[in-house]
């Protein structure tokens, strides 16, 4: 990047140090963030260690016993009024992530709104966490079903939405009772403690939201103390499912709850009865949000023969029409940097594997300066290709042939992964026996664009555990305790 681009951010929104028991706390080292679009260093963080993690456990600890006191609506108003500082501080909020994440500044904007809304509706459901009274088959006993918080819960993020994967999970953590220990992704952590600095202004307690920043060395050491240490009762993870595996093993030990958000290679499937334009819109929005860097984000294209010729033309005249290349502080970019040169290098291997075995090239194709990669549409692309079998978190869009609904059916499941899907159609007949046939979590029918605080989000297979969202994600942070009231009189 040839200009010079810097972050203007009001004062208290940037914060460099970590965030425990109330206290803005520094460490032994400090770690560097990047703007990944151009290198260049925006802040240095306190590099939080396992002492500073126990610090925190402890205190969430603490506080969780006088915060699962407070009425439910007393957490709702504070969650609420957490929710309208994000509001009121959108724009500086979404400036932290478009430096420190590269996505452009509208889609920023467009994280602050999706990350707000989930302290929003959990402060609704706080309100709702119903238990329930149930016929006893003895007259001399009441038999009651009560709901109570777990406990302190460890809220490990990831960079993509550096926003948004913390108030998704920690917004029903509060709301339920529970206390947090945040480890934000090394790559991002500017926004993770921007929300603590709101959390302390809307008067969330000290010891409720604690947040430590670590870099890439120190996070094995740091997520040790997250999984294992007995005070802690639950964690909740947004990454791959490799980083998944890893943390499960350790919070066996102790038999915590586990939520997981795990890695996706999502399905897009269009047929033949497809209307190709809305098809084709729901493939850029799907593919390329985020430089094509979410764990829902379309990773096979599966076009049926009928109309394979006119989708890829008319996909791509909307790449050429719509993608803009660029930092995402500039208003005509569609298109950031991936997080670092090693997302860059994996979607470059990816596109090389692919042309050697005989796919062909018809949009972008090249890596760029840094850590950019041109939007890149393959044809004639088939199975044994490298990028319809692994997850890609980049800019590439494969698509492979098919003739029949069966056979697109194998192709789509053919994976260990099933976190979301999408396809189009309008045969109501074939959208019934296709969205129960998909092995995923989440199917999109005709729409590319699904996430929303009022549904599920949660994946099957190895995408992981549990739900996140919707008046069903509470229920992971709560235990039912059942209460046998014994020897009335009848």
């Given amino acids: 990047m040839q200009r010079r681009y810097s972050l203007d951010v009001t004062g208290p929104l940037l914060r460099t140090q970590g965030y425990v028991d109330g206290r803005w706390v520094s460490a032994a080292s400090v770690f560097p963030v990047l703007d990944p679009a151009t290198g260049q260093e925006i802040a240095r963080v306190a590099d939080c260690g396992p002492v ?28 609420r009024k957490w929710f309208d500082l994000l509001t009121l501080h959108k724009e500086d909020l979404a400036k932290l992530i478009t430096f420190e994440c590269g996505k452009p500044l509208q889609e920023s904007l467009g994280e ?90 809307a008067g969330i307690p000290a010891g409720v939201f604690n947040v430590v920043p670590c870099s890439r060395e120190k996070t094995p050491s740091v997520g040790e103390v997250l999984c294992t240490d007995p005070l802690v009762a639950k964690i909740s993870f947004t990454g791959s499912t490799a980083t998944g595996k890893v943390l499960l093993k350790m919070a ?37 949000r985020n430089s094509g860097q979410t764990c ?8 049926q023969g009928g109309i394979y010729d ?19 502080s500039d208003p005509e970019t569609t298109q950031g940097p991936l997080i670092n040169t090693r997302a860059a290098e994996k979607v470059a291997h990816q596109i ?59 192709i789509a499941n053919a994976s260990n992964v099933g976190l979301a899907g999408y396809f189009y159609s309008q045969d109501v007949s074939q959208i019934w026996r296709v969205a129960e046939a998909l092995e995923t979590g989440i199917v999109g029918v005709n729409e590319g664009l699904l996430s929303t605080p009022e549904a599920t989000f949660g994946g099957v297979k190895q995408s992981g555990l549990g739900r996140e969202g919707s008046k069903y994600g509470i229920d992971e942070y709560l235990d039912v305790k059942y209460m046998c009231f014994g020897g009335l009189k009848p």
């Fill in 52 to 79: 500073e993690a126990k610090q925190a456990v402890d205190a969430a600890y603490k506080a969780f016993h006088s915060w699962k006191q407070h009425t439910a609506k007393e957490r709702s108003v504070l969650l």
């Fill in 252 to 288: 066996a030990d102790t038999v915590k709850k586990a939520s997981m958000e795990l890695g996706g290679h999502a399905p897009f499937i269009v047929f033949d009865s497809a209307d190709v334009d809305k098809a084709v819109g729901g493939a850029m929005a799907s593919k390329f």
């Fill in 296 to 303: 829902v984000c379309s990773n096979r294209f599966l076009v």
């Fill in 310 to 328: 006119r989708f890829m033309e008319r996909l791509g005249r909307a790449m050429d029409a719509e993608l803009r290349v660029g930092h995402g």
């Fill in 352 to 410: 090389s594997d692919a042309v050697s075995r005989g796919a062909k090239v018809l949009k972008g194709g090249k890596r760029l300066d840094g850590s950019f990669m041109e939007p890149t549409l393959l044809a004639d692309v088939t199975k044994e290709m490298l990028c319809t079998k692994e997850e890609t978190f980049g800019p590439l869009l494969p698509v492979i042939r098919f003739n029949t609904e069966d056979e697109a059916l194998a």
């Fill in 112 to 201: 602050i709104a999706y990350s707000a809304s989930f302290l929003e509706w959990f402060s609704e459901e706080a309100r709702r966490v119903y238990g329930d009274i149930v016929p006893s088959p003895a007259k001399d006993r009441k038999i009651f079903l009560l709901k109570q918080p777990v406990g302190v819960t460890s809220i490990i993020t990831p960079w993509n939405f550096p926003s948004a994967m913390i108030t998704r999970k920690v917004g029903a953590a509060l709301a339920a009772g529970c206390t947090v220990v945040v480890k934000p992704a090394e790559d991002t952590p500017l926004s993770a403690l921007a929300l603590a600095e709101l959390a302390e202004q």
